[in-house]
């Protein structure tokens, strides 16, 4: 087997070398010199990224950390029964809809949601309803608009929302309509 040769420092170091790599170093740095402002604008735009990335991770970690437990909210089971119905399910998403409307329209509308409880004529249609509002997230008496109160607010099904917009001392015979048909239901207002 044939040794590789190591060269000696002196061979390494020779003048013309140094001269070879004093004119790249200088070339180098004419190039950045020359081109300054595009690598300000890379660096700088690099740099951006690092910070948002960063920042963005503290909301997600602060987010995570107010966020409650699974164990906090028990997911009811609930089926209407077929035989019942007098709505179908694209009506129950629609009514749904409305309802969510009527809670984000900076304040209840309580007529929209007379309107709504109006159309459902039996507990079923009441549980249909229920399942396709589905859990929402509910923050300052709404729906949640920007990113810290996405991250922050707890979603909550349509009898916590109802029980939340409606009084019974305001909206008296609203929340009496209301109160009747989520009773229908088997449900407890």
């Known amino acids: 087997m044939k040794k590789k040769k190591i060269p000696k420092v002196g061979e390494i170091v020779k003048k013309e070398n140094v001269k070879k790599a004093v004119v790249k170093a200088n070339e180098a740095g004419n190039f950045i010199v020359e081109n300054k402002n595009a690598f300000l604008i890379v660096g700088g735009l690099i740099a951006g990224y690092m910070i948002i990335r960063k920042v963005q991770k503290g909301f997600n970690s602060v987010g995570e950390a107010l966020a409650s437990d699974e164990v906090d909210f028990i997911k009811p089971v609930i089926n ?27 304040g209840t509308d309580e007529e929209k949601v007379k309107s709504v409880f109006m159309q459902l004529k039996t507990g079923d249609d009441f549980k249909l309803v229920f399942n396709s509002f589905g859990l929402r997230k509910r923050i300052f008496g709404g729906t949640p608009t920007n990113y810290i109160t996405k991250k922050t607010a707890e979603a909550y099904d349509l009898i916590y929302w109802l029980k939340a917009e409606l009084d019974s001392y305001w909206d008296e015979e609203v929340y009496n309509i209301v109160k009747q048909r989520v009773e229908s239901a088997g449900l407890i207002f």
């Not at 209407?80 to 900076?106: E, R, W, Y």
């Open 80 to 106: 209407p029964s077929a035989k019942n119905l007098t709505i179908n399910s694209d009506k129950a998403v629609n009514l749904a809809k409305s309802l969510l409307d009527a809670f984000n329209d900076g």
